[in-house]
Nanobody, 123 residues
């Protein structure tokens, strides 16, 4: 079992920045792909970014590429999502999730999920 707790969400103005954290307990994240996802009520959940378990490479949705950066702090068993140049359309509940021994983060194939943190981008 892996327990995931997201934090760092909040209200920010367009163009602003936030850093989300996903703290894991129960197992080390070293052998897990970790993904960030987001969901707006009434809409499909979408993948935002992913770190692979094998080489730590990252991938991003086109909608956030160049604005969001995902990183992992192994010693803290935590992953981060630095979000810059935020737009109103980034407003959503953001979730982190893990998948063991994977290089991808399939939306409906992740093993463990956090409860999410709300990001609201509004003036």
């Amino acid at each position: 079992q892996v327990q995931l707790v997201e934090s760092g969400g909040g209200l920010v103005q367009p163009g602003g920045s936030l850093r989300l954290s996903c703290a894991a307990s129960g197992r080390t994240l070293d052998y897990y792909a970790i993904g960030w996802f987001r969901q707006v009520p009434g809409k499909e959940r979408e993948g935002v970014s992913c770190i692979s378990s094998s080489d730590g490479s990252t991938s991003y949705a086109d909608s956030v590429k160049g604005r969001f950066t995902m990183s992992r702090a192994k010693a803290e068993n935590t992953v981060y999502l630095q979000m810059n140049s935020l737009k109103p359309e980034d407003t959503a509940v953001y979730y982190c999730a893990t998948r063991a021994f994977s290089d991808t983060c399939p939306n409906y194939g992740m093993d463990f999920w956090g409860k999410g943190t709300l990001v609201t981008v509004s003036s």
